[in-house]
């Protein structure tokens, strides 16, 4: 592998900060998607594709424009989303995910899938998990 495939490539991991070989990915990723906005942003990206941030806080219902500037920063800084100025007059910006981003499709749907298999109606009086 040529020094620059392997900076290529190395750019484009993200750090691991765990020591367990067997456990360390599971808590990486854990860590990533355990921000409470963080799996929602992604969900919504993947179903919409690039929006911009007004469109993100009408499909994110419930988030504040703080938690979700800091939340896409954040993603952004992990290499997940994308931030593209579009427009400098007005500014005009867009989020996408990053190949980073896309490739927890599948995580991010199984995690969508499970809840509906699994998950109760919050007006049922039953448990929330069944």
């Given amino acids: 592998?040529?020094?620059?495939?392997?900076?290529?490539?190395?750019?484009?991991?993200?750090?691991?900060?765990?020591?367990g070989e067997d456990w360390?990915?599971?808590?990486?990723?854990?860590?990533?998607?355990?921000?409470?906005?963080?799996p929602?942003?992604?969900h919504r990206l993947l179903e919409h594709g690039p929006s911009?941030?007004?469109?993100?806080?009408?499909?994110?219902?419930?988030?504040?424009s703080k938690v979700l500037?800091?939340?896409?920063?954040?993603?952004?800084?992990k290499q997940i989303v994308d931030r593209?100025?579009?427009?400098?007059k007005p500014v005009r910006v867009q989020y996408s995910l990053?190949?980073?981003?896309?490739?927890?499709e599948p995580v991010i749907f199984s995690m969508r899938d499970w809840g509906l298999e699994h998950l109760t109606d919050p007006d049922d009086d039953e448990s929330s998990v069944v």
């Avoid at 911009?52 to 504040?64: A, H, Q, R």
């Avoid at 500037?69 to 800084?77: F, T």
């Avoid at 593209?84 to 400098?88: H, L, T």
């Fill in 98 to 104: 990053t190949e980073h981003g896309q490739s927890l």
């Fill in 1 to 19: 592998m040529s020094d620059d495939t392997e900076r290529e490539s190395t750019a484009t991991q993200l750090e691991v900060w765990c020591a």
């Fill in 24 to 38: 360390c990915p599971v808590t990486s990723t854990a860590s990533l998607l355990s921000k409470k906005w963080h």
């Fill in 40 to 42: 929602v942003i992604i």
């Fill in 84 to 88: 593209e100025i579009i427009s400098e």
């Fill in 69 to 77: 500037s800091s939340s896409l920063d954040d993603l952004e800084e």
């Fill in 52 to 64: 911009g941030f007004n469109d993100l806080k009408t499909e994110v219902d419930g988030i504040s």
